[in-house]
């Protein structure tokens, strides 16, 4: 592909800039800018901003409520968002179940969920890993048991981000037994709300609850919350994973990230000199920097192979492999560029009326709680060595 972009291509790049000058609140771009961490009606107020602009999924089918961008569109307008310090767009409706409901859900289920899914009013988290059924996710044990026009769930998901927050959970439930695990697993849609449905919030070492535990207790979900055909649930997933771990890659963020270091870095120090005249530092920086260009256009490879109708294959293993490589490496060297100016923004009180002073330079703010909860992202939607083993068989054929 032409990887230069097309006049029309820097027209819409200017036209993205001027809505998000005109359109995001100042107050949501400086809490971002800051890192500090963002609730339900932080991502829902910039959501509905994008919803009523028609921008809130502008790389979905048209027929469904998106724009139909091409990847450079949709690169473009990662790429601008990010530089204005927008908050992020939550994947888990907008970029894994909602695809899953347009492409294998019935007629009455993309009426129903597309809808409140664009706008907001649902709110969607991901039932997939379980204890002991992380990255080995076919011996995941959730049960779901058909009982006349319901299934019946018992089990738990773990590592749950933000259900806290969620109305839906997509799941993926054992409704048989027989074969081959894969073989026996549903993909189901759950109204949090539904009696025996219970979340508990796991706190990480960045000292936020990111992440839950939730329970099923017995929980009855109308039968015709199934998506697709029974015991087929893991062909749905293995297609959302795909999008999953293409996202993933974070090519826009890291790219901000990135700039960020290097702005540290570039910065005079006490002793006068900058920290890039560090022959070491400078080496390591670089050759993130290098890694991050090859990993942008693989990006914009893959994305153009899926608007051609391509699904993401191993390259979307490649692009989640080396992104989430690419996202420690910068938050590492930023954490150590810092020094101890990282340290006082660990234990930050937000609370009304707190008396609490920041100590060093703002932009410190942040940086280790991102540093410490970026350690995960090597095991978020499927670790290293479960992509290794994907691109060993898919590209390598070994």
């Not at 890993?129 to 959730?142: W, Y």
């Not at 009180?349 to 090597?378: C, K």
Request: with cysteine.
């Amino acid at each position: 592909m032409d990887l230069s972009f097309t006049p029309a291509e820097m027209a819409f790049r200017e036209e993205v800039r001027d809505f998000l000058a005109d359109s995001l609140p100042a107050d949501l771009a400086e809490k971002v800018r800051a890192r500090r961490e963002l609730k339900r009606d932080d991502y829902m107020r910039w959501q509905k901003i994008l919803h009523a602009k028609g921008w809130i999924a502008g790389w979905w089918p048209e027929e469904f409520g998106g724009c139909g961008w091409t990847p450079a569109q949709r690169h473009i307008f990662d790429e601008e968002c990010h530089k204005a310090d927008a908050p992020p767009l939550l994947p888990f409706g907008l970029q894994m179940v909602g695809p899953v409901i347009y492409t294998f859900g019935r007629q009455a289920q993309k009426d129903y969920f597309l809808p409140r899914l664009l706008s907001g009013e649902h709110w969607w988290c991901q039932g997939y890993s379980e204890p002991g059924s992380g990255s080995d996710l076919a011996s995941l044990k959730t049960s779901a048991v058909r009982d006349g026009d319901h299934y019946v769930v018992n089990g738990q998901k773990i590592w749950t981000s933000l259900a806290q927050y969620a109305d839906w959970i997509f799941c993926l439930v054992r409704t048989s037994t027989e074969g081959k695990e894969q073989q026996g697993i549903s993909f189901l849609l759950i109204d949090m709300k539904t009696p025996g449905v219970t979340v508990r919030p796991l706190k990480l070492m960045d000292q936020n609850a990111h992440v839950n535990e939730v329970f099923f207790d017995n929980v009855r979900v109308p039968a015709e919350n199934l998506i697709g055909e029974e015991n087929r649930g893991w062909t749905y997933a293995k297609f959302l994973l795909g999008n999953e771990r293409a996202g993933i890659a974070e090519v826009a963020w890291n790219k901000k990230l990135l700039q960020r270091l290097k702005d540290i870095a570039f910065a005079e120090q006490s002793d006068g000199r900058p920290l890039i005249e560090d022959q070491n530092f400078a080496t390591r920086v670089a050759e993130t920097e290098v890694k991050l260009t090859a990993l942008e256009y693989s990006n914009l490879r893959t994305l153009a192979g899926m608007q051609d109708g391509s699904p993401p294959g191993g390259e979307a293993s490649m692009l989640k492999l080396v992104g989430s490589e690419v996202t420690q490496a910068i938050t590492e060297l930023t954490t150590e560029a810092l020094g101890y100016y990282a340290a006082p923004y660990e234990a930050r009180d937000d609370s009304p009326g707190s008396n609490w002073t920041p100590v060093g330079p703002e932009y410190a703010e942040g940086v280790l709680a991102q540093h410490l909860f970026m350690r995960a992202i090597t095991i978020a939607g499927g670790s290293s060595e479960i992509q290794k083993n994907i691109i060993a068989k898919a590209v390598l054929g070994l």
